[in-house]
């Protein structure tokens, strides 16, 4: 069981930055970053290997979020820029257990996710 809470949402300007924090119990899964905005089905935004060394991203934010992880392992970010009224969205945290984590596909242990407003 791992127990991951995610915080840093809030209501920035087009344009701006923010940096969503997860914090995770455990250190031994890899962990990514979805988002769901309403009326929307939940969507992968990115992705970090166990050990940070490897990362992955959905086209629609590469180039302008970064995934990274704390020097202990156990907290991982995801460091938005250049935010568009289009990324509003509930963000969520989860570890991958399974294989095509990278694809986004096989995760579990999601947190209660944090709301993201960007406005134009």
């Known amino acids: 069981q791992v127990h991951v809470v995610e915080s840093g949402g809030g209501l920035v300007q087009a344009g701006n930055s923010l940096r969503l924090s997860c914090a995770a119990s455990a250190r031994t899964y890899p962990m990514g970053w979805f988002r769901q905005a309403p009326g929307k089905e939940r969507e992968f935004v990115a992705a970090i290997s166990r050990s940070a060394d490897r990362t992955y991203y959905a086209d629609s934010v590469k180039g302008r979020f970064t995934i990274s992880k704390n020097n202990d392992m156990n907290t991982v970010y995801l460091d938005m820029n250049s935010l568009k009224p289009e990324d509003t969205a509930v963000y969520y945290c989860?570890?991958?257990?399974?294989?095509?984590?990278?694809?986004?596909?096989?995760?579990?242990?999601w947190g209660q996710g944090t709301q993201v407003t960007i406005s134009s």
């Open positions: 989860a570890a991958g257990t399974g294989n095509f984590w990278w694809r986004g596909q096989n995760y579990d242990y």
